[in-house]
């Protein structure tokens, strides 16, 4: 019964920062990598960032520089620390745990992210 839980969503003018936390409870398997999607209304889901257990990052083009993801492999949880707020970075933000090796793949409910003036 593995969950994974977002947090930290909000309503944001441009400019600002947020801070999304992604906690898992339940056993996982290791390795898997965890990451960070976003789909906002009119556009299909996006992958945001990529972490895999050994701490390879991967960012999607329109966020490096700006977010940074990170995780605790002792606590089983992810951030992703968001700068610089733009507008187009509205989108309902999903976390992410999957793994090839033992054949699954979790996500959490997502977690609202609005940035307008």
């Known amino acids: 019964q593995v969950q994974l839980v977002e947090s930290g969503g909000g309503l944001v003018q441009p400019g600002e920062s947020l801070r999304l936390s992604c906690a898992a409870s339940g056993k996982i398997f290791s390795p898997y990598v965890m990451g960070w999607y976003r789909q906002a209304p009119g556009k299909q889901r996006e992958l945001v960032a990529v972490?895999?257990?050994?701490?390879?990052?991967n960012y999607v083009g329109s966020v490096t520089g700006r977010f940074t993801i990170s995780r605790d492999n002792i606590r089983n949880t992810m951030y992703l620390q968001m700068n610089n707020l733009k507008p187009e970075d509205t989108a309902v933000y999903y976390c992410?745990?999957?793994?090839?090796?033992?054949?699954?793949?979790?996500w959490g409910q997502g977690t609202q992210v609005t940035v307008s003036s």
């Open positions: 972490i895999t257990s050994d701490g390879t990052i």
């Open positions: 992410n745990a999957r793994s090839l090796a033992y054949d699954y793949n979790y």
